[in-house]
């Protein structure tokens, strides 16, 4: 299937990726970028999935097209500076959990905005919190409630959630609103091994062939509604 092989093709090099000269900061002054087409609607409801502590990208996703941002992060920290660095601006409703598939209590790994939810036992040296996970079909309605526009639809899904963009983007569909929703902007993610390995090379290729496969199903979903730009 195309999907798994440009999936294969496409993952990380953390050599390249590692790199001083190729920085994150720098590479992103180059990054591909073009109009909205159809354009966002002024005071159109967004939701922004991983808002980490600044919510750089929904600031600018409000001052330059008018959106209604909903901004969804599940770190109790990270959500105390994300009230800070917001307090006092419009156009914002901040909630303090994760989403998913189902409603749970999950353990956060933190690393900036690499942390993740981990499953099993954690080392006693790593900085975790328990935070609040939330089931899509019960949290984005019930919050889309709360501001924005009232037309059921939404302008905008950003998704930078460490690993959740499979389960949010699915749950999304099968309560009908994946279709209602103008434009998607997903960061993709490695997910965790699915099972013990016995080499550090079998764990990378599980991860692999589990994170191709939950990225090609989230795909064909999403080719059932919308086009893809790059």
């Known amino acids: ?15 390249v990726e590692g790199s001083r000269a190729l920085g994150f900061n720098r590479l992103a002054e180059h990054r591909l970028s073009q109009a909205f087409e159809p354009p966002l609607k002024r005071n159109g409801s967004a939701l922004y999935i991983g808002a980490h502590r600044g919510a750089e990208d929904g600031r600018h996703f409000r001052e330059r097209f008018g959106l209604f941002l909903h901004l969804f992060e599940p770190s109790p920290s990270f959500f105390g500076s994300l009230k800070a660095a917001l307090e006092g601006l419009p156009g914002f409703a901040l909630h303090n959990y994760g989403l998913g598939a189902s409603t749970s209590m999950a ?8 942390s993740r939810t981990v499953l099993g036992a954690t080392d006693p040296s790593e900085e975790t919190e328990d935070v609040l996970i939330r089931a899509v079909a019960e949290a984005v309605p019930e919050a889309l409630s709360t501001g924005g526009s009232t037309d059921g639809n939404v302008e905008l899904l950003h998704v930078n959630c460490e690993g959740c963009e499979y389960e949010v983007v699915e749950s999304m569909r099968h309560i009908g609103l994946l279709a209602r929703i103008k434009h998607v902007q997903i960061a993709t993610h490695l997910l965790d091994p699915p099972v013990a390995s016995s080499t550090f090379h079998d764990a990378v290729e599980l991860a692999l062939q589990a994170s191709i496969s939950r990225y090609c199903a989230m795909h064909r979903a999403l080719s059932q509604t919308h086009t893809r730009i790059w």
């Not at 294969?8 to 953390?14: A, F, I, K, P």
């Not at 353990?107 to 690499?114: A, D, K, V």
């Open 107 to 114: 353990r956060l790994r933190l690393s900036g905005t690499g």
């Open 1 to 15: 299937e195309d999907c798994h092989f440009w999936g294969r093709l496409s993952m990380r090099d953390r050599n």
